[in-house]
C-alpha cells in the first residue's frame, strides 16, 4: 500500500549516522517507511526537498558550518514532518520539550524510534508547526535565559503559553493543572514531575509533592508553612522543602 | 630652743639604746669592727644616741654614716633607725623643723616593716615638738599612744618615755599632782632598767614639781640625787639647772654658803654651755643671796649682770617665740600641703583606679563579645567547609563511579561483537546510552527518588541479564511503606554492590542465579540490599574480603561520606548459605 508508505528524507553530515538510522528503518520499520534519499549536505538537501516533496525529514541539528534549523528556513516546512536527530545536548533538549518539537536522541535506540515514527502518523503533529519551530527557534537561540513560551498539549492541538504567565501547576494523577495569568486554567496529559523538569531551571520551585510554583509570584510566605501567590491562591509548602525553599527565594532576591 | 627656752622639765626620746652603753667602750668597738654591715649600722647609731646630748655633732656624723650605710645595703629598717637617731639629734640641737622632716622621712621608710611600735616611737619624738610648740592635746595623744603600744609589748624603756613625757605635759599646763604620779610612777622603772639618764631626767622633772608645790625637802633630794647622775653622765646643761634649783632650794632654808657655792657652779657651768638664760637665772639666784646675807653691794652688781643677761635672754626668748612662730606656720604649712598633697594623690589615685576598672571592664566585655562572635564565625565557616568538602569529595566520586561503569559496559559489547553477536551489540548499545543518559543526568544531583534510582537499576539489569543470557533472572521488591517516588536516594549508591554480585558471585555459578533488589526501612534508616544466591565470598577469589572492587571501594568511600552528616551510614555484607547480602544502609531521606 504506497499511500501508507511514509516517504523519508535523511539529513546528517555524519555517513555513520545515516548508515545507522538507514539499517534501523530497513530492519524495523520497513513496510511504513520508504528512504527517498539520504545527505551530508544542506544545499543538496535542500533541492532534494522542493523536487521530491518527502513526507517525513530526520534532521541533524549540527550540520558542519551551518545548523538545520537554518535548512528549514530554506524550504516549505508547513507540510512536513520533521524528526531531530542529536547527540547528547542538553540546551536542545530543553529546547524540543518546550516547543513539543519531536527529536531523537543518538545513538538512535529502535524502540524510540519507531515511538516518534507513531507521532508522525497522529494529525495532531502536523497542526501548528510554524509556531513551534518559532519557539523552538527562540529557545536554541538564546539556551540560558527564561524562556519566553512553553508549548502545551491540548484536546484542540498546542497551546502557547508565556512561561512569565505560568503562576503554579498543580499535579492532578498523571495530569497537570497550570494556572495562568488572568485566572485561566489548563489541564495537561503530563506528570508535574516532567513539568518540574523542564521548568524548575528557569524560576519554578516544586514546594510540595502536589505543587510547582513560579517563584516570582509569589507574594508572601507565612513561616506555618504555606505561600500566597498573586492570584490570591495559597499553596502549601512540606516541610522538608521549607529550607530549601527559603534558600531559593533569598537567593533570587540577591 | 631647748636651751634658750625657760626649761622646765626635760622630754625624753625614744631612741635606740637610750644611752645605756658607755660612750668610750663604743668607741673602740666601732674602731675594731670594719666591715660594712648591719651590725656596724647598729653600732653607729648606738654612739650616735649615747652622743646627743654631749657631742651633737659627732652623733650627727655617725647617725648620718648609718644612713648612707643602710640606704647602700637597702636595709630598710636601718634607713628608718638612722632617720629616726638624727631626727633626734636635730631635735637637740634645737632645729626642730629639720627634725620634724627627717621624723617624717622616718616614718615612710618605716611603712613597709608594718612595726606599730617603732612607728609609735617615731610619734613620740614627733609629739616632743608639739609640746614645745605649746600643742599639748596632738602631743598627749601621741605619748599615750606610746604608752598603750609599749604596756601591750611590756616594753619598760618605751613606758618610762612616754609616762615621763605626758607627766611633763601635765606639769607645763600647770596640773602638778598628775604630773608627780607618772613621774613617780616612772622612777622606779627607770632604776629597774638602770637607766641613768632616764633616773636623772625624772628626778629634775620631779624636784621641779614638788619645788612648785613648796616641797622643798622633797625637792632638794631629788635634785640632788639628779645632780649626781648629771655629774656622772657628764651632762653639762642639766648640770646646771639642777644646781640653780638646788641653790634657789638651799636659799629658802637659809644655808646660805651652800647656795652660793652651788649658784656660783651653776652660773660657771652656763657660761661654758653659754646659755644666757641660765646665766641669768644664776645672777638672780645670787643676788637673792646676797640680799639675805646683807651684802648690798655684790646684791645689787648680781642683780645688775641678772638685769642685763635677762634683757639678752629676753631678746633670745623674742627671737625664740618668732622661731617658735616662724616655726608653727611653717608645720601648718607642711601640715595643710601633706594634707593637700594626700588629698590629691588619694583623688589621682580614685581617678586612676575608676579609670583602670573601667577600661579594664570595657576590655573584658569587648574581647567577650568578639571572641562570642569570632567563635560563631569561626563554627560556621568550619561547617561550611566541611560541608563543602563532603560535597566535593561527593562529586568526584561519582565522577569517578562512571568511567568505571561505562568501561565495564564497553568490555560486555566488544564482548558481543567479537562473538558475531550482532543484534545482541546492537540492544546492548541501545540500553548502554539510554543508561549512560540517566546516569549523566542524575549523577549531577546529590540525591534522586528512589524510583528512578530504580528505573536505572532495572536497565542496568536488563543489560546484564541480556549479556549473561540464561545467567540469571532479578527481583526488584519494594517495602509497601516506602514511597518511590517520595524518597530520596544518592544516585547509584547499589549499582557497584549489584555489578560486585553479577560478576563475582554469579557468572562464575553453575546454572541459572537469582539477584533480589530490596528496599525496607528499619525506624529512621533505608536499607537498600542486592541479595545473591551466587558463590559467595569464600569460593569466588574475586569476592574474597580483603580483594575489594574499585566499585565496592568506592561506593564504601560514599557511604562514608553520608555518615559525617546528621544520622548515620554503613554498608555491611552478610556472608549468606548460599551466595552474599550487601546492605546500604542510610538515614531515610524524603523529598516532601
Known amino acids: ?254 | 630652743m631647748r636651751k634658750t627656752a625657760a626649761l622646765i622639765c626635760l622630754a625624753l626620746a625614744c631612741s635606740a639604746a637610750s644611752g645605756q652603753t658607755p660612750v668610750d667602750s663604743l668607741r673602740r668597738e666601732l674602731a675594731a669592727y670594719a666591715t660594712r654591715d648591719t651590725v656596724r649600722i647598729r653600732l653607729l647609731l648606738e654612739i650616735a644616741d649615747a652622743l646627743v646630748w654631749n657631742d651633737p655633732g659627732e652623733a650627727l656624723d655617725h647617725a648620718q654614716e648609718a644612713h648612707h650605710l643602710a640606704e647602700a645595703l637597702h636595709w630598710e629598717k636601718g634607713i628608718a633607725h638612722a632617720l629616726r637617731q638624727e631626727g633626734i639629734i636635730h631635735y637637740e640641737q634645737s632645729d626642730p623643723l629639720r627634725a620634724m622632716d627627717v621624723f617624717q622621712r622616718a616614718l615612710r621608710a618605716a611603712e613597709p616593716l608594718h612595726n606599730k611600735a617603732f612607728n609609735a616611737s617615731i610619734y613620740n619624738n614627733i609629739a616632743n615638738i608639739y609640746s614645745d610648740l605649746t600643742q599639748y592635746d596632738k602631743a598627749s595623744e601621741h605619748y599615750n599612744n606610746l604608752l598603750a603600744i609599749a604596756r601591750e609589748l611590756s616594753d619598760t624603756t618605751n613606758q618610762v618615755i612616754a609616762m615621763v613625757n605626758l607627766a611633763s605635759v601635765f606639769i607645763e599646763q600647770q596640773d602638778m599632782p598628775q604630773g608627780i604620779a607618772y613621774l613617780t610612777k616612772a622612777l622606779p622603772m627607770a632604776k629597774a632598767i638602770a637607766n641613768q639618764r632616764f633616773e636623772m631626767a625624772i628626778r629634775n622633772n620631779l624636784g621641779r614639781a614638788l619645788a612648785k608645790q613648796g616641797k622643798d625637802e622633797d625637792a632638794l633630794h631629788h635634785f640632788e640625787a639628779s645632780l649626781l647622775l648629771a655629774e656622772q653622765l657628764g651632762s653639762t646643761s642639766v648640770k646646771a639647772t639642777v644646781l640653780n634649783s638646788i641653790s634657789e632650794l638651799l636659799i629658802n632654808q637659809g644655808d646660805y654658803p651652800a647656795a652660793e657655792r652651788h649658784s656660783k657652779e651653776a652660773r660657771a657651768l652656763a657660761e661654758t654651755v653659754g646659755a644666757l638664760e641660765w646665766q641669768a637665772n644664776a645672777w638672780q639666784t645670787l643676788s637673792t643671796l646676797y640680799e639675805r646675807q646683807g651684802k648690798a653691794d655684790s646684791a645689787l652688781d648680781a642683780y645688775r649682770s641678772f638685769i642685763a643677761l635677762r634683757d639678752s635672754a629676753a631678746n633670745e626668748e623674742k627671737k625664740a617665740e618668732i622661731t617658735r612662730k616662724e616655726m608653727q606656720f611653717a608645720l601648718e604649712k607642711q601640715e595643710a600641703l601633706a594634707a593637700a598633697k594626700i588629698g590629691r594623690q588619694r583623688m589621682l589615685m580614685y581617678a586612676i583606679a575608676g579609670l583602670a576598672l573601667a577600661v579594664t571592664g570595657a576590655l573584658v566585655l569587648g574581647w567577650k563579645l568578639y571572641k562570642r562572635r569570632r567563635d560563631e564565625n569561626e563554627r560556621q565557616k568550619i561547617a561550611k567547609f566541611e560541608m563543602l568538602v563532603a560535597d566535593t569529595e561527593m562529586k568526584a566520586l561519582r565522577a569517578q563511579l562512571n568511567p568505571h561503569f561505562i568501561f565495564n559496559s564497553l568490555n560486555a559489547i566488544g564482548n558481543c561483537i567479537a562473538k558475531q553477536d550482532l543484534p545482541a551489540a546492537a540492544e546492548y548499545l541501545d540500553k548502554f546510552s539510554k543508561l549512560l543518559r540517566m546516569i549523566l543526568e542524575h549523577s549531577t544531583h546529590q540525591e534522586i527518588a528512589l524510583s528512578t534510582d530504580l528505573e536505572v537499576l532495572d536497565l542496568y539489569l536488563q543489560v546484564e541479564a541480556n549479556r549473561l543470557k540464561g545467567k540469571f533472572t532479578y527481583e526488584i521488591d519494594v517495602d509497601t511503606d516506602i514511597d518511590p517516588e517520595n524518597t530520596l536516594v544518592p544516585p547509584l549508591i547499589l549499582q557497584p554492590l549489584v555489578e560486585n554480585s553479577i560478576w563475582h558471585g554469579l557468572a562464575p555459578k553453575d546454572g541459572t542465579g537469582n539477584i533480589w533488589i530490596r528496599v525496607r526501612r528499619s525506624g529512621d534508616l533505608l536499607h537498600y540490599t542486592v541479595e545473591d544466591n551466587g558463590v559467595g565470598r569464600t569460593k569466588a577469589n574475586g569476592r574474597a574480603a580483603t580483594s575489594k572492587s574499585l566499585g565496592i571501594a568506592l561506593t564504601e568511600a560514599r557511604v562514608a561520606i553520608i555518615g559525617k552528616r546528621p544520622g548515620s551510614a554503613s554498608i555491611s555484607f552478610d556472608d549468606l548459605p548460599q551466595g552474599l547480602a550487601a546492605t546500604v544502609k542510610m538515614p531515610l531521606s524524603l523529598q516532601f
Open chain 1, 1 to 254: 500500500m504506497p499511500d501508507r508508505m511514509i516517504n523519508a528524507l535523511i539529513v546528517d553530515d555524519e555517513q555513520h549516522c545515516i548508515d545507522h538510522l538507514t539499517e534501523l528503518l530497513r530492519t524495523h520499520a520497513s513496510a511504513e517507511v520508504r528512504i527517498l534519499g539520504a545527505f551530508v549536505d544542506a544545499g543538496e538537501a535542500s533541492h532534494a526537498i522542493a523536487s521530491s516533496k518527502p513526507d517525513l525529514l530526520f534532521l541533524d541539528i549540527q550540520l558542519k558550518d551551518r545548523t538545520g534549523f537554518d535548512l528549514l528556513n530554506q524550504i516549505d516546512s508547513t507540510q512536513l514532518s520533521v524528526i531531530f536527530t542529536t547527540a547528547y545536548n542538553q540546551y536542545a533538549v530543553q529546547a524540543f520539550r518546550f516547543s513539543a518539537v519531536d527529536y531523537l536522541l543518538k545513538p538512535i535506540a529502535s524502540d524510540e524510534l519507531l515511538s516518534s515514527l507513531q507521532k508522525v502518523s497522529a494529525d495532531v503533529n502536523k497542526r501548528q508547526l510554524t509556531a513551534r519551530y518559532e519557539i523552538l527557534l527562540q529557545h536554541l537561540n538564546q539556551p540560558t535565559g527564561t524562556p519566553l513560551k512553553i508549548a502545551l498539549p491540548s484536546m484542540e492541538g498546542w497551546d502557547f503559553i508565556p512561561v512569565s504567565e505560568i503562576i503554579r501547576c498543580q499535579a492532578q494523577g498523571n495530569y497537570t493543572l497550570f494556572f495562568l495569568q488572568g485566572g485561566r486554567q489548563l489541564m495537561v496529559s503530563q506528570t508535574l514531575k516532567g513539568y518540574e523538569n523542564l521548568l524548575e531551571g528557569h524560576g519554578f520551585f516544586r514546594v510540595h509533592h502536589a505543587h510547582l510554583i513560579n517563584l516570582s509570584r509569589v507574594t508572601k510566605y507565612h513561616k506555618s508553612g504555606w505561600v500566597t501567590l498573586d492570584d490570591g491562591s495559597t499553596v502549601d509548602v512540606s516541610t522538608r522543602r521549607r529550607d530549601a525553599f527559603i534558600t531559593r527565594m533569598t537567593m533570587r532576591r540577591r
